[in-house]
């Protein structure tokens, strides 16, 4: 009885992981996504739900997203930030190799 029930835990789990899609993002300079704010660097970005999650090391970030497709292909991971300088925030962002564009709702 034990064994089956850590099977089917095994299993969901499996699915859960292979529902989260990752990417790689460089970022050249600071910006604000949520509360948080990114430091230019190279980060892990995580889309689940609708959800994407940011971070490098201890730095982490979430915010709420719509997912949306586009008319065509982007061909790298790229942001589009709004605001001024010292206070920009992200406001979209491209998956490269996919159509998908994340609009933060936050």
């Known amino acids: 009885m034990n064994r089956k029930v850590v099977l ?4 969901f789990a499996g699915l859960a992981l292979a529902s989260t899609k990752s990417y ?3 970022l050249f300079f600071p910006v604000k996504l949520g509360t948080t ?3 230019a660097g190279d980060y892990r970005l995580e889309v689940a739900d ?3 999650v940011i971070h490098a090391g201890k730095v982490r970030s979430e915010a709420a997203v719509t997912v949306e497709e586009s008319g065509t292909r982007y061909n790298t991971t790229s942001v589009r930030v709004i ?3 010292g206070e920009q925030k992200i406001q979209e962002i491209h998956l490269g190799g996919t159509r998908t564009k994340l609009v933060v709702t936050e």
Request: proline residues 0%; hydrophobic residues 45%.
């Open 8 to 11: 089917s835990f095994v299993a």
């Open 24 to 26: 790689s993002l460089s």
């Open 37 to 39: 704010e990114l430091k």
């Open 50 to 52: 609708n959800k994407v």
């Open 83 to 85: 605001g001024s300088a």
